[in-house]
């Protein structure tokens, strides 16, 4: 449906996480846009940048926000006609909240979702925030290459280690997708506080690989995703960095571990996109 003016009219609604329902605190963490009248599933985002939840609530699970994301947004694919508030209290946690529909014109759907999340969800700072490092840097350079390649809602998240290897394992792994019989996982180790990381990667590599056969009848490949050395002033002139580096890189790759950098990332999920026929 179109306005006189060209413009979309639609509706949207802020999605919220509630640290503390009583107290009422939260922060806006996505936007669900639909058109008034049409037949088409809705547009829905979440943020990418989780600062604001960890300030609210430093326990946040937001591996689970993202993951309810993509729940979101294969329900309503699936249920374009379905009864939204339905659809939505199925799949939301208990933890988010949404905002009665306010009525909103857009000149196109991808355009209003894009004013609206600058408008509610990630305001511009007034301040310079810093940015993001350690594993978090390297987690969301995953997200938003696998985003673009238009994969990243088909990717297993979180994965469990405890699944293949025994119960009580901590280790989560933070994607994979399987395709033609072998399982490839992709996790973040960040070499900027040291190789602890790294040695503990390792050390579940091979329980991984056994139960992966074991459980899954495939073959596991275990890629970790680390920061390019000249990020972590990894050189010549600073030997003991290097140093660091390089053993933290050499005691993945001796548990048949594959090393890459975030700088490979985008050849990664491209390869992606074209196994998971996207």
């Given at each position: 449906m179109?306005s006189g003016?060209?413009?979309?009219?639609?509706?949207?609604?802020l999605l919220r996480?509630?640290?503390?329902a009583?107290?009422n605190?939260?922060?806006?963490?996505?936007?669900?846009l639909?058109e008034q009248?049409?037949r088409?599933?809705a547009?829905?985002?979440?943020t990418?940048?989780?600062?604001?939840?960890?300030?609210?609530?430093?326990e946040a699970?937001?591996?689970?926000l993202?993951?309810?994301?993509?729940?979101?947004?294969?329900?309503f694919?699936?249920?374009?006609?379905?009864?939204l508030?339905?659809?939505l209290t199925?799949?939301?946690s208990?933890?988010v909240?949404?905002?009665?529909?306010?009525a909103?014109?857009?000149?196109?759907?991808p355009?209003?979702?894009e004013?609206l999340?600058?408008?509610?969800?990630?305001?511009l700072p007034?301040?310079?925030?810093?940015?993001?490092?350690g594993r978090?840097?390297?987690?969301?350079?995953?997200?938003?290459?696998?985003?673009?390649?238009?994969?990243?809602?088909?990717?297993?998240?979180?994965i469990?280690a405890?699944?293949?290897?025994?119960?009580?394992d901590?280790?989560?792994?933070?994607?994979g997708?399987?395709?033609?019989?072998?399982?490839?996982?992709?996790?973040?180790?960040?070499l900027?506080?040291?190789?602890?990381?790294?040695?503990?990667?390792a050390?579940?590599?091979?329980?991984?690989?056994?139960?992966?056969?074991?459980?899954?009848?495939?073959?596991?490949?275990?890629?970790?995703?680390?920061e390019?050395?000249?990020?972590l002033?990894a050189?010549?002139?600073?030997?003991?960095?290097l140093?660091?580096?390089r053993?933290?890189?050499?005691?993945m790759?001796?548990h048949?571990?594959r090393v890459?950098?975030t700088?490979?990332?985008?050849?990664?999920?491209?390869t992606?996109?074209?196994e998971?026929?996207?």
């Open positions: 179109k003016n060209d413009r979309r009219a639609c509706e949207f609604q996480y509630v640290s503390d009583v107290r605190e939260y922060v806006h963490i996505g936007v669900i639909r009248g049409s088409e599933a547009e829905v985002r979440f990418r940048d989780w600062r604001r939840v960890r300030c609210l609530d430093p699970d937001t591996a689970l993202e993951g309810m994301e993509s729940e979101l947004r294969k329900r694919l699936a249920e374009p006609d379905g009864n508030m339905r659809l199925e799949s939301l208990l933890n909240q949404m905002t009665e529909p306010k909103y014109l857009a000149e196109s759907l355009a209003g979702m004013e999340m600058r408008l509610y969800v990630e305001p007034r301040e310079r925030t810093p940015r993001l490092s978090a840097a390297i987690q969301a350079k995953m997200r938003g290459e696998f985003d673009r390649a238009g994969v990243w809602d088909l990717l297993r998240k979180r469990a405890s699944d293949y290897t025994r119960p009580g901590p280790l989560r792994i933070d994607v997708y399987k395709p033609n019989g072998i399982i490839r996982m992709f996790h973040a180790v960040s900027e506080p040291g190789v602890e990381m790294a040695k503990v990667l050390f579940s590599a091979a329980g991984l690989r056994a139960g992966v056969e074991r459980v899954e009848k495939a073959e596991l490949e275990l890629t970790a995703v680390i390019p050395a000249a990020r002033g050189s010549d002139e600073e030997p003991e960095r140093e660091m580096y053993f933290g890189v050499e005691t790759e001796e048949q571990i890459l950098t700088s490979d990332l985008g050849r990664v999920a491209e992606a996109r074209r998971l026929r996207v």
